[in-house]
């Protein structure tokens, strides 16, 4: 398996500008979250599917967030409208069950200026 | 609310200098303490998952052990292959991992 695959790897914006990260999880797996890292906070929990349905979206910071998992293999975390304090790398992983821990990509560095 | 402390922030060995993480927790139920391994430019690999007090678990050169209130991950004679941030987590409700800052270590050779 490719593991947990993340596009773009970098995104650079302007401020005000609409912004989509995508996520494929391993293909079986039942379990998808979105993380975000900063220096600051370190790994935030944004959100997680089980089954493709929205179970926890506490940590989405406001309303300009939105995820979505249309089906099992794909998942999308749009921003808009970005801003510069959205800047920080974007983690997805997915898991079967929890137990085994998450597999995590590579992770999307968005940068907004 | 669920806290996740580790200590040191950064740690900084010569090559075979054995030295142990830590990560301290608060929280109310915990289903599973986790360690990843984090390189620079990726994101973090999962090591261990420990369920309940006296449990230990080795892989290569690192063991992780678990108490009620603290988890340690044990680095025996270190190599420069094992620079990383080592990040700690816990499982608590639901199926969410509450994570730690992380401490970075570099193993110089």
């Known amino acids: 398996d490719a593991g947990v695959i993340q596009s773009p790897r970098h995104e650079v914006t302007e401020m005000g500008q609409e912004v989509t990260l995508r996520c494929k999880p391993i293909?079986?797996?039942?379990?998808l979250f979105w993380y975000r890292q900063t220096m600051m906070r370190g790994l935030e929990l944004l959100i997680y599917f089980n089954n493709n349905v929205p179970i926890d979206d506490s940590g989405m910071p406001e309303d300009r967030f939105s995820a979505k998992m249309p089906n099992a293999s794909f998942s999308t975390l749009k921003i808009q409208p970005s801003e510069p304090r959205d800047s920080a790398v974007y983690f997805c992983?997915?898991?079967?069950?929890?137990?085994?821990?998450?597999?995590f990509g590579s992770g999307t560095r968005l940068t907004v200026v | 609310e669920d806290q996740v402390t580790q200590s040191p922030e950064a740690l900084r060995l010569q090559e075979g200098e054995s030295s142990s993480l830590n990560c301290s927790y608060t929280v109310s139920g915990l289903r599973g303490l986790f360690w990843y391994r984090q390189d620079p430019g990726k994101g973090p690999e999962f090591l261990f998952t420990?369920?309940?007090a006296g449990e230990e678990k080795e892989k290569e050169r690192l063991k992780a052990t678990l108490t009620k209130k603290e988890s340690f991950l044990h680095i025996t004679a270190p190599k420069p292959e094992d620079s990383a941030t080592y990040l700690c987590?816990?499982?608590?409700?639901?199926?969410?991992?509450?994570f730690g800052e992380g401490t970075q270590l570099t193993v110089n050779p």
């Open positions: 987590a816990v499982g608590t409700s639901g199926s969410r991992l509450t």
């Open positions: 992983a997915s898991s079967l069950f929890w137990k085994g821990g998450y597999t």
């Open positions: 293909s079986g797996h039942d379990y």
């Open positions: 420990l369920y309940s």
